[in-house]
């Protein structure tokens, strides 16, 4: 995804480290990204693949970069490192890369449930800062540990993956205890296997703090005019200090 819209002339749209998308003349319009990227919001909507989080992560780092101290919001519609088929797709690292920079980063992270968050997708939603994990309604939550597909390599290749999975399911268990506040024992009991939580049952358990119903507060409330009025008081400042 480009965080630019226009090429060198006057036209196009471009995303400006302050923040602000400016349009100009007939040119296209920016990307479904990008816009959302304006207004502080990371959408998964696919299973978390190296492109993903490539792309994932650089939008993370960079609302890091623009305003710190702006809240940033992650909407989540993944089936995680699985298929619809339970078949692993990508590496449990992906996840992990994501999460990692969740926490490095200094914007408070609010996360979102939107349909579907399986596995490493329900690990990155309880991710979010207590009391900003949010679920719609009727959205699907299911933990899973990390799992190998049936392969045919040698039997000395298999098991080293295999070894590598107990180290995935290991940090995945560390995180569920730490996002729930149970402990990692109780969390393995609960979780070692595929488990499907409504919204108000992952509530209970710990990972989710609210269900967005209509006309639920998620975003921040903004005062625009204030936001322009002092944005505007700013650049007199610097071309007065220029003078």
Do not use: W
């Not at 492109?51 to 809240?71: G, I, M, P, R």
């Not at 339970?86 to 449930?113: N, Q």
């Not at 979010?128 to 679920?135: L, M, S």
């Amino acid at each position: 995804t480009s965080l630019s819209g226009g090429g060198g002339g006057g036209g196009g749209a471009t995303m400006s480290a302050g923040g602000g998308m400016n349009t100009g003349g007939a040119g296209p319009p920016p990307d479904l990204p990008s816009l959302l990227l304006n207004a502080r919001i990371v959408y998964i909507g696919m299973p978390l693949l190296p492109a993903v989080t490539e792309l994932v992560v650089a939008e993370l780092l960079f609302l890091n970069h623009e305003q710190s101290d702006k809240d940033a919001y992650m909407y989540i519609m993944s089936s995680g490192s699985i298929n619809e088929k339970g078949e692993a797709v990508g590496l449990d690292t992906e996840a992990y890369a994501i999460l990692d920079t969740m926490r490095y980063i200094r914007p408070r992270m609010h996360t979102v449930a939107v349909g579907k968050c399986y596995g490493n997708a329900a690990m990155l939603l309880g991710a979010g800062e207590k009391g900003c994990r949010h679920a719609l309604p009727h959205a699907q939550i299911m933990t899973h540990p990390p799992k190998l597909n049936r392969t045919f390599d040698s039997a000395v290749n298999v098991q080293i993956r295999a070894n590598e999975i107990d180290v995935c399911e290991e940090t995945y268990m560390g995180f569920m205890a730490e996002f729930t506040g149970k402990s990692v024992e109780q969390v393995n009991k609960d979780l070692n296997r595929g488990h499907y939580f409504t919204p108000k049952e992952a509530i209970e358990y710990g990972f989710v703090d609210h269900i967005i119903q209509k006309g639920s507060a998620v975003f921040e409330k903004k005062d625009y005019e204030r936001e322009m009025l002092a944005s505007q008081a700013g650049q007199g400042g610097g071309q007065g200090a220029r003078r």
